[in-house]
């Protein structure tokens, strides 16, 4: 059976995802449960780092100068944690089979997509991520780690219709026809939303 960490489960869309890997038969685990106990987990196949954290203050525009404390305070969550997390687990990632790491992103963050004028302490630290995204896969996919970048789409899509689309993401292979090594997408990194858009960076 399949060993699955997700960091945290506090939203509707991580909730409902760890319900769909229940349901498939994969062993779902926290990272809160995995550091109580270090005999609870010994691999792990599927990564899902779920933090896309957002703060009510960060409506401030260029117009308005960038605020600081908002910046470094999200960058902190949505960066800083999810390398030092990652980090942490890979050597449960190394000892798993499934080496597939997924994170959460937003449409919001590319460069060339988005539209928004405000939430650029949101953006930003998004921004960085894509940049680690690219120099971790660079780093990993030699040794058989592929890579997931998801944007739920939270409050376009039902949470659990955004799940369901998550799972499927996150647990096929992309691209491969007929085993041919050839015709396999997984060298490149994706970003793909709930409708299976795929998204620039």
């Known amino acids: 059976m399949k060993n699955v960490m997700i960091t945290k489960q506090k939203t509707a869309f991580?909730?409902?995802?760890?319900?769909?890997?229940?349901?498939e038969g994969y062993n779902i685990f926290t990272a809160k449960e995995v550091r109580a106990s270090d005999t609870s987990c010994d691999k792990i196949d599927i990564y899902i780092d779920v933090s896309n954290e957002r703060d009510i203050s960060?409506?401030?525009s260029i117009r308005d100068g960038l605020d600081e404390d908002i910046i470094k305070k999200i960058y902190k969550t949505n960066v800083i944690?999810?390398?030092r997390t990652l980090e942490k687990y890979m050597p449960?990632?190394?000892?798993?089979?499934g080496?597939?790491?997924c994170f959460l992103s937003s449409k919001e963050a590319s460069i060339n997509e988005t539209k928004g004028t405000t939430g650029y302490a949101y953006k930003l630290s998004k921004a960085a991520m894509h940049n680690f995204f690219q120099m971790a896969s660079n780093k990993l996919t030699p040794n058989g780690y592929t890579f997931r970048v998801y944007d739920p789409m939270t409050g376009e899509i039902d949470a659990k219709l955004a799940a369901e689309a998550a799972f499927n993401y996150?647990?096929?292979r992309r691209g491969t026809e007929n085993d041919d090594g050839q015709r396999d997408d997984?060298?490149?990194l994706v970003f793909r939303d709930a409708l299976g858009r795929e998204h620039t960076w």
């Open 81 to 83: 944690k999810p390398m």
């Open 58 to 60: 960060d409506t401030f």
């Open 186 to 188: 997984e060298t490149r």
């Open 14 to 23: 991580e909730k409902n995802l760890a319900k769909i890997f229940e349901r």
């Open 170 to 172: 996150f647990t096929r």
């Open 99 to 101: 080496k597939r790491l």
């Open 92 to 97: 449960l990632l190394d000892a798993g089979k």
